[in-house]
C-alpha cells in the first residue's frame, strides 16, 4: 500500500482510471457504426502530428522539444477524423481512406521526427505508451479532455445511438446526422489523444475496442453495454498498470493482453454454459 503515496503512482493510476472510462465510450459508438480499426488510422495520424509537434518545439528553440507533441497530435487526429468522416459521407471506402491515412502517417511521422533533431527511438513512447513519465501537467490535461469525452459521449448518447444504429431513420426525425457522425469523430481523434500516453498510438484501438467487445458477450441492450465497457476498460487499465509497479512489462501492452485474455475467457465460459444447457434440455 505504500506505492500509493508515490505521486508517480498516483499519477499513473488516474490517467489510468480516465483513460479506462473514457475510451469505451466512443469505442462502443465505433462498435455500433462497424468501425472498430477507425482508431488505428487516425493513430496514425497522431503520430505524425507527435513528430510535427517536436519540429515545432525544435524550431522554436524551445527548452523541451516535446512539449507541443500533445497539441500536435490532437490537431492532426482532428483533422484525420474530419478526412474519414467527409469521405465516407461522400461514399469513399472507408477503409481505403483509413489504410492512406495509416501509412501516410506514421512515414510521415518517422521522417518529421528525424528532420526535428529526434530519433526512431524518441517515438518508441508514443508507438507503445509511456504512462511512467506522466506528468501533473498531462493529468490535468486529461482529466479536461476525459470530462469532454463523458460528457458529450453520455450526454448525447441518444442521438448518437439514433445515428449508428440508423442513419436513415434519424435523419426522417430531424436529427442533424452529418454533425453528429462528425462528433463521434472529434471524439474518436480526441480520445486517441488522451489514451496515446497509455497504451501508445499501436495499441490505442485496441483499449477502445476491447472492452466493448466483452461487454457484448455480457449484455443485451446497448446503453448497459457502454456501461459494463467503461467498468471494464478502467479495471483493465488499473489492473495492468498495478502489475507493472512489481514487474518488469510494459504497461500498454499488458492491458492489452489481459483484455484479450478476459474476452477468451468470457467466450469460454459462455459457450461451456449454453452448451450445457443444451444437454440438460435434450
Given at each position: 500500500m505504500t506505492l500509493l503515496t508515490d505521486p508517480l503512482v498516483q499519477r499513473m493510476l488516474l490517467v489510468g482510471l480516465l483513460v479506462g472510462v473514457a475510451a469505451p465510450i466512443v469505442g462502443t459508438y465505433l462498435v455500433q457504426r462497424r468501425m472498430a480499426l477507425l482508431g488505428d488510422g487516425?493513430?496514425?495520424?497522431?503520430?505524425?502530428?507527435?513528430?510535427?509537434?517536436?519540429?515545432?518545439?525544435?524550431?522554436?528553440?524551445?527548452?523541451?522539444?516535446?512539449?507541443?507533441?500533445?497539441?500536435?497530435?490532437?490537431?492532426?487526429?482532428?483533422?484525420?477524423?474530419?478526412?474519414?468522416?467527409?469521405?465516407?459521407?461522400?461514399?469513399?471506402?472507408?477503409?481505403?481512406?483509413?489504410?492512406?491515412?495509416?501509412?501516410?502517417?506514421?512515414?510521415?511521422?518517422?521522417?518529421?521526427?528525424?528532420?526535428?533533431?529526434?530519433?526512431?527511438?524518441?517515438?518508441?513512447?508514443?508507438?507503445?505508451?509511456?504512462?511512467?513519465?506522466?506528468?501533473?501537467?498531462?493529468?490535468?490535461?486529461?482529466?479536461?479532455?476525459?470530462?469532454?469525452?463523458?460528457?458529450?459521449?453520455?450526454?448525447?448518447?441518444?442521438?448518437?445511438?439514433?445515428?449508428?444504429?440508423?442513419?436513415?431513420?434519424?435523419?426522417?426525425?430531424?436529427?442533424?446526422?452529418?454533425?453528429?457522425?462528425?462528433?463521434?469523430?472529434?471524439?474518436?481523434?480526441?480520445?486517441?489523444?488522451?489514451?496515446?500516453?497509455?497504451?501508445?498510438?499501436?495499441?490505442?484501438?485496441?483499449l477502445m475496442i476491447l472492452p466493448v467487445a466483452i461487454a457484448q458477450r455480457l449484455t443485451t441492450s446497448f446503453s448497459r453495454t457502454m456501461h459494463a465497457a467503461m467498468a471494464i476498460g478502467a479495471s483493465l487499465t488499473l489492473a495492468g498498470i498495478w502489475v507493472t509497479l512489481t514487474q518488469n512489462l510494459q504497461p500498454g501492452a499488458l492491458i492489452v493482453v489481459l483484455g484479450v485474455g478476459v474476452y477468451i475467457v468470457v467466450t469460454v465460459v459462455l459457450a461451456a454454459r449454453q452448451g450445457v444447457r443444451r444437454g440438460a434440455n435434450s
Open positions: 487516425i493513430g496514425h495520424v497522431a503520430l505524425a502530428g507527435v513528430a510535427a509537434g517536436w519540429l515545432a518545439g525544435s524550431a522554436a528553440g524551445l527548452a523541451q522539444r516535446d512539449a507541443l507533441a500533445v497539441p500536435g497530435a490532437v490537431l492532426f487526429a482532428i483533422a484525420g477524423a474530419v478526412i474519414i468522416e467527409r469521405m465516407r459521407a461522400k461514399g469513399a471506402a472507408a477503409d481505403v481512406v483509413m489504410a492512406i491515412l495509416f501509412y501516410g502517417g506514421i512515414a510521415s511521422g518517422v521522417l518529421l521526427i528525424g528532420v526535428a533533431g529526434g530519433s526512431n527511438a524518441s517515438l518508441l513512447g508514443y508507438l507503445f505508451g509511456s504512462i511512467s513519465t506522466v506528468t501533473w501537467t498531462d493529468v490535468w490535461v486529461t482529466v479536461v479532455l476525459a470530462i469532454l469525452i463523458v460528457g458529450i459521449g453520455l450526454g448525447l448518447r441518444g442521438a448518437l445511438f439514433a445515428v449508428t444504429h440508423d442513419q436513415e431513420f434519424a435523419r426522417s426525425t430531424g436529427l442533424p446526422v452529418q454533425a453528429l457522425n462528425m462528433i463521434v469523430a472529434v471524439l474518436a481523434a480526441v480520445t486517441i489523444t488522451v489514451a496515446m500516453r497509455v497504451v501508445g498510438v499501436l495499441l490505442v484501438s485496441a
